[in-house]
Structure formats: C-alpha cells, structure tokens
C-alpha cells in the first residue's frame, strides 16, 4: 500500500515559477511508476508528467514541454514536479499518483493504469 501526500501549491502570477512535492509512504514506490495529474473546473482529469520507477525516463504533455519537470528521489520516497513560466491555464488542481510496475523504464500516461492517488494541491495562475 502507498499513500501519497501533495504539497507546495499556491497562488503565483503568470510567468512565475512552483514546485509540487508529493511525499510517499509504503515500501513499493521506489518499484513504482509515479505521474502527475491535473483537473481544472468543469474539465477531466488530464495528465502532466510521468517518471519511470528509477527516473530514468520521463515524458510529458505537449503543453506543459519545455517548462515543467519530473523528478524523484527515490532516497527520500518523494516526487516533484518544477513548473516554469506558468500561464493562467495551468490552473487546476495537481495530483501525484503512483503504481507499482514490474521492470524500470515503464511509465504511463493514462490515469486508469494508476492506483494510488494524493489528494490534490490547488496551482493558481493569475493572468
């Protein structure tokens, strides 16, 4: 079982920079694939980034390339996600998950293949 816990949300202008935190328990996250999701008012649940078990491979929506960033410390049990030059349409509430896989390189980008979620951290971006 893994519990995630999501952090470092806020209220930034446009332009400006955040980093998300998600802080992990359970002993089966460093075998797990973790993403980042996001849910704006009146849309579906969308998908960010994602980050492969040992970091080794990343990818991302094609409107958030270039400016935002995966990570993980596998060490400290804990995701990140680095947000640059944030536009007023990043706004929404960003979720960590996670889910264990079988063999590093794996990751997804579809909300279903995960099972264990954060409770979300609210990112708002003022114009």
């Known amino acids: 079982q893994v519990q995630l816990v999501e952090s470092g949300g806020g209220l930034v202008q446009a332009g400006a920079s955040l980093r998300l935190s998600c802080a992990a328990s359970?002993?089966?996250?460093?075998?797990?694939?973790a993403g980042w999701f996001r849910q704006a008012p009146g849309k579906e649940r969308e998908f960010v980034a994602t980050?492969?078990?040992?970091?080794?491979?990343?990818y991302y929506t094609d409107s958030v390339k270039g400016r935002f960033t995966i990570s993980r410390d596998n060490a400290k049990n804990t995701v990140h996600l680095q947000m640059n030059s944030l536009k007023p349409e990043d706004t929404a509430v960003y979720y960590c998950?996670?889910?264990?896989?079988?063999?590093?390189?794996?990751?997804?980008?579809?909300?279903?293949?995960?099972?264990?979620w954060g409770q979300g951290t609210q990112v708002t971006v003022s114009s």
């Open positions: 998950a996670a889910v264990f896989v079988l063999y590093d390189g794996s990751y997804s980008y579809k909300s279903t293949d995960y099972n264990y």
């Open positions: 980050i492969s078990s040992s970091g080794s491979r990343t």
């Open positions: 359970g002993r089966t996250f460093s075998s797990s694939a």
